[in-house]
């Protein structure tokens, strides 16, 4: 899928906010003890990816009801759903200025379409080095979901099914959409917020939320 920056500016891939707030002092620790001058930033996102997908569990799979938002909270209770999973993997590799956005797909919420869709979040990652994004999925694996660190072929836990009304958004978001932050900071039980409360629907729609690709302003692809 031809991927469309949200903006030109790698910059913006870059920022701290609420969410992805890297300057917490766990954030740092964590960054120390995974990242070393030596490693290349393709080492340091592998790192990364694996850490956040195999030692932060997903909050649905435990069945936990604790709910997760901003990245310094996933790292203390290590446990989140995928949009949260999705902030504390930004926050880590934007701490060592690797340009990280976020994606979205909408999915079948459990096996078929009458139980309902929501919105699944990744990461987008630009990598100076191979000059091009690639998309990475840390939600965390379990039977039949495989989600691996792959730069020439995307190996994504969730493959999307067009024929059961499933989509995959091209857009790579500066921040993450505000509808799943607003869920996370809603809800204070993650199971409850998990079967009823998940967005279906990103916030902002496709189209304008795609200035650089759409007013032909060149955008590192």
């Known amino acids: 899928m031809h991927l469309i920056p949200e903006s030109a500016r790698l910059d913006d891939y870059l920022e701290e906010t609420d969410v992805v707030d890297f300057s917490h002092p766990l954030i740092q620790q964590t960054a120390k003890e995974?990242?070393?001058?030596l490693q290349s930033e393709i080492d340091k996102t592998k790192?990364?990816?694996e850490f956040?997908?195999?030692?932060?569990?997903h909050s649905w799979d435990i069945q936990s009801t604790t709910v997760t938002c901003h990245a310094s909270e996933?790292?203390?209770?290590r446990e989140g759903i995928c949009y949260a999973k999705a902030n504390v993997l930004a926050a880590l590799l934007r701490s060592?200025?690797?340009?990280v956005g976020f994606c979205y797909q909408k999915l079948m919420l459990f096996d078929t379409p009458d139980q309902g869709y929501c919105l699944h979040a990744l990461n987008a990652v630009y990598f100076r080095s191979l000059r091009r994004w690639v998309r990475l999925d840390a939600r965390g694996n379990k039977p039949g979901v495989q989600a691996e660190f792959s730069l020439d072929q995307e190996k994504l836990a969730f493959p999307v099914q067009p024929a059961y009304g499933e989509q995959d958004f091209p857009v790579i978001y500066v921040k993450p959409?505000?509808?799943?932050?607003k869920?996370?900071?809603t809800y204070k039980n993650a199971l409850e917020m998990y079967r009823y409360g998940l967005p279906d629907r990103l916030s902002t729609s496709e189209l304008s939320s795609a200035p650089a690709?759409?007013?032909g302003h060149a955008a590192p692809i």
Do not use: K, W
């Open 34 to 37: 995974l990242f070393h001058n």
């Open 52 to 57: 956040v997908r195999d030692h932060i569990a």
């Open 183 to 185: 869920t996370l900071q």
């Open 177 to 181: 959409d505000a509808g799943t932050i």
């Open 213 to 215: 690709a759409a007013n």
């Open 47 to 49: 790192t990364a990816f």
């Open 96 to 99: 060592q200025g690797i340009p």
């Open 74 to 77: 996933v790292l203390l209770h």
